[in-house]
């Protein structure tokens, strides 16, 4: 089954991001494939390489940038959603005149309608967090 | 499934301010309209109060996104379901809620409702028509 996901919860307030994952992976073992992974509302807060959780807790950003390398994942997040929470790539930062970006490896910003496609094209879109 | 018209229904459930899920959804509905789908919008729970006329927000301090709801008919978007339960249960009534209208292409351009009232029990039934489902 050809499956998209989304993700609305930042990592660590909400498990929505750990489940999301944990069902990827769960998927992808079944030979299901993931279409794509969007980020959305504070889900966008999954993207940023610079959390550093304490070292006996999981790096849930780590764990999806990891994913992404060993699967070649499309995890997009939202250009809206992540301005907004001060989520850039080095395009945004030079194009919104800022002097650092923080997106992490094997995330890409991209529009809402990456969203709608996914709904178009996936036989499920599931979805994770409120 | 996977190529043609899906239809797609934006479930709305959570109160105008508060959080931002309501003006999200509603970045998710305007992007999604130029993508020709067959797209219907529910408002159940608190979503309800999304609706109601007359709100503004210049003492919060934030974006005042009411105008937009009446902008969805341009967008052909005019297929709104509101619960009835929902209304009642906060006691509001189809009198309270923005006039929505479109204009119908197949009458004439004449202009009409996108509003519909519907039972608990029309909705569940709406939400298991439906191919995509996003909730806000």
Known sequence: ?130 | MSEGIKKFLYVNRKAPHGTIYALEALEVVLIGAAFEQDVSLAFLDDGVFQLVKGWDTKELGSKNFAPTYMALGDYDVSKIYVEKESLEERGLSEDDLMELTYEDEDDDWAEKSSIHIVSREEMARLMAANDVILSF
């Open chain 1, 1 to 130: 089954m050809k499956l998209g996901i989304v993700v609305n919860e930042g990592p660590y307030t909400h498990e929505a991001s750990d489940t999301a994952y944990n069902f990827v992976v769960a998927a992808l073992e079944k030979g299901h494939e993931i279409f794509r992974v969007f980020f959305y509302h504070d889900g966008v807060n999954n993207a940023t390489r610079l959390t550093v959780p304490p070292q006996d807790d999981r790096n849930i950003q780590q764990k999806w940038t990891d994913l992404q390398a060993k699967h070649d994942l499309d995890l997009v997040v939202c250009i809206a959603a992540a301005q907004r929470r001060g989520i850039l790539d080095e395009n945004e930062m030079k194009r919104q005149g800022k002097d650092a970006y923080n997106i992490a490896p094997g995330f890409r910003i991209s529009g809402l309608g990456q969203l709608i496609e996914a709904g178009i094209q996936c036989d499920r879109l599931v979805t994770f967090g409120d």
